[in-house]
């Protein structure tokens, strides 16, 4: 009866878990970029229980003896879905949609590298000059270009961006080239880890060129694009979501019976016994 109880115990804070995930998916259902969260779950721990020796070679036995004792399941590991989202047109020359496989760069005011599909930017001026101005995601950090240097702009400057993410800057009849926004493709996703909604970073031990590449160096198949104009959409699915909370209620709500039934069994153990 304690094993039935860990099982169940265990079971009930893995499943906590994945309601809390998918709570936090169905909650950015609408967040520009967001990128959907995916559960991995793996058993806690099995133990083999050995048949009675005169039981083992029975004739006409069709099993095998013994038997696999669980103890219930955690969860291992959150993936990022990193699936196209729906592309939404807005009309507004700052708002960037990557079309593709890769990340846009922004820099942190701790000084961190954070990547994003979040591409609803805007222009802010510098308020060390008025002569130019930085292009902006909408947490107030600066937009890095393929260098890894802020994106600096003329003030008043018209922005043209073209798909591989070039940018030229025009104001009256003088054109700036102003560079390349960064598009950095992840060739290893787990390596990212999720800080603020639609935001992410590298864990702590992996360096940018071992999990990131500059999109404009892979074969042309597989290089991403921009798309000025438009945001791309969260990639969750609502009906799924719901859908799956659904199940994974009614999972949280049989291993919440199994913890009472056990518990039951227990009490009129101990009443017997007394």
Same mark, same amino acid.
Request: hydrophobic share 40%.
């Given at each position: 009866m304690?094993?039935?109880?860990i099982?169940?115990?265990v079971?009930?804070?893995?499943?906590? +878990?994945?309601?809390?995930?998918?709570?936090?998916?169905?909650?950015?259902?609408?967040?520009?970029?967001?990128?959907?969260?995916?559960?991995?779950f793996?058993?806690?721990?099995?133990? $083999? +229980?050995?048949?009675?020796?005169?039981?083992? =070679?029975?004739?006409?036995?069709?099993?095998?003896?013994?038997?696999?004792?669980?103890?219930?399941?955690r969860l291992?590991?959150?993936?990022?879905n990193?699936?196209?989202?729906?592309?939404?047109e807005?009309?507004?020359?700052?708002?960037?949609?990557?079309?593709?496989?890769?990340?846009?760069?922004?820099?942190?005011?701790?000084g !961190?590298?954070?990547?994003t599909?979040?591409?609803?930017?805007?222009?802010q001026? =510098?308020?060390?000059?008025?002569?130019s %101005?930085?292009?902006?995601?909408?947490?107030?950090?600066?937009?890095? =270009? %393929?260098?890894?240097?802020?994106?600096?702009?003329?003030?008043?400057a018209?922005l043209?961006i073209?798909?591989?993410?070039?940018? #030229?800057?025009?104001?009256?009849?003088? $054109?700036?080239?102003?560079?390349?926004?960064?598009?950095?493709?992840?060739?290893r996703?787990?390596?990212?880890?999720? #800080? &603020?909604?639609?935001?992410?970073?590298?864990?702590?031990?992996?360096?940018?060129? &071992?999990?990131l590449?500059?999109t404009?160096?892979?074969?042309?198949?597989k290089?991403?694009?921009?798309?000025?104009?438009? !945001?791309?959409?969260?990639?969750?699915?609502?009906t799924?979501e719901?859908?799956?909370?659904v199940? !994974?209620q009614?999972?949280?709500?049989? %291993?919440?019976r199994a913890?009472? %039934?056990?518990?039951?069994?227990?009490?009129?153990?101990n =009443?017997l016994?007394?």
């Amino acid at each position: 009866m304690n094993n039935s109880m860990i099982s169940a115990m265990v079971s009930m804070g893995g499943i906590q +878990q994945r309601l809390d995930l998918l709570a936090d998916n169905i909650a950015n259902v609408n967040t520009v970029g967001y990128k959907r969260k995916e559960a991995s779950f793996e058993d806690t721990l099995t133990e $083999v +229980q050995q048949q009675i020796p005169k039981f083992n =070679n029975l004739t006409g036995r069709a099993t095998p003896s013994g038997f696999n004792l669980g103890f219930g399941s955690r969860l291992s590991h959150v993936a990022l879905n990193f699936q196209q989202g729906s592309i939404k047109e807005t009309g507004n020359a700052t708002d960037l949609a990557i079309e593709g496989n890769a990340l846009f760069s922004v820099l942190t005011p701790d000084g !961190v590298k954070a990547y994003t599909r979040a591409g609803d930017f805007h222009i802010q001026p =510098n308020p060390n000059d008025g002569e130019s %101005s930085y292009l902006m995601n909408n947490q107030g950090y600066v937009v890095l =270009n %393929s260098d890894g240097e802020p994106i600096e702009i003329p003030a008043g400057a018209k922005l043209e961006i073209d798909g591989a993410g070039n940018i #030229r800057a025009t104001l009256g009849e003088e $054109v700036t080239e102003v560079g390349r926004i960064a598009l950095l493709t992840p060739e290893r996703p787990e390596a990212l880890r999720q #800080r &603020d909604g639609n935001l992410f970073v590298l864990a702590d031990g992996v360096n940018e060129a &071992d999990a990131l590449v500059d999109t404009l160096t892979l074969p042309v198949g597989k290089q991403a694009g921009v798309r000025q104009g438009a !945001v791309e959409q969260s990639n969750v699915d609502l009906t799924d979501e719901m859908a799956e909370m659904v199940q !994974v209620q009614r999972a949280y709500q049989l %291993s919440a019976r199994a913890l009472t %039934s056990s518990e039951t069994m227990m009490g009129l153990a101990n =009443n017997l016994r007394g």
